[in-house]
């Protein structure tokens, strides 16, 4: 009777461990440390411009040419001027945002292909933010591609221009924006010269 009445215990400590597994984490800061494996960063390049907007629920970058290896960091930028040393007129229209880091591969078409984070991975842009948001990306263990998707997801729907985020823009620019509305939750081409400004780190192999 005692191995029974054991058996039943440890069968209902793992069904309660079970159903306290989430399927969300949430970031709330970000720390980045240096480690002995080398560590390449990848930047979009081109003119510096911004993009938002309240239909705009999601988007994301196609990033070509990234290295062998794992993806260690992603830095994206947010809520500043697109020229140097000019002060943001919109500054004062900011709002706390919550978001959604997006990974994705790419199909054979160019196109964004299967979602490659199998957790919603949330973290807030504070209002005050004017520069960039760096997340950590070594616990996802996700080995890189040639050619990638990278992006932001919004949870709620903006009321006027909540943020900013700062792309890329270039007439050679390879990094094609796709977009994603709160009426549909197909991706779309934005058919335009720009990518989101990012700061990708990959921890390469030799």
């Known amino acids: 009777m005692s191995n029974y009445l054991l058996s039943i215990f440890i069968l209902f400590v793992c069904l309660n461990s079970y159903c306290q597994i989430k399927d969300t984490i949430r970031l709330e800061e970000v720390k ?11 930047k979009t390049k081109g003119e510096l411009s911004s993009l938002t ?30 020229i140097l040393f000019l002060k943001d007129s919109e ?23 299967e979602l490659l984070i199998d957790k919603v991975i949330m973290f807030t842009l504070n209002s005050q933010n ?20 990278f992006g932001i997801e919004l949870l709620n729907k903006q009321i006027g221009k909540d943020f900013k985020i700062m792309t890329k823009c270039n007439n050679k620019n390879s990094n094609l924006l796709y977009l994603k509305t709160w009426n549909s939750e197909n991706w779309y081409h934005s058919d335009i010269h720009c990518g989101m400004k990012l700061d990708i780190g990959i921890t390469v192999i030799k």
């Open 91 to 113: 500054r004062a229209n900011y709002k706390n945002v919550e978001l959604v880091l997006l990974i994705y591969d790419v199909k054979a078409d160019g196109t964004p292909g």
């Open 130 to 149: 004017n520069d960039f948001i760096e997340l950590d990306l070594n616990p996802l263990h996700l080995n890189t591609s040639i050619t990638m998707f």
């Open 32 to 42: 980045i440390f240096t480690t002995n494996k080398k560590v390449e960063h990848l």
């Open 53 to 82: 907007g309240n239909p705009i629920k999601g988007i994301i970058s196609k990033v070509d040419e990234i290295p062998e290896g794992k993806l260690s960091s992603i830095k994206f930028f947010f809520n500043r001027s697109s």
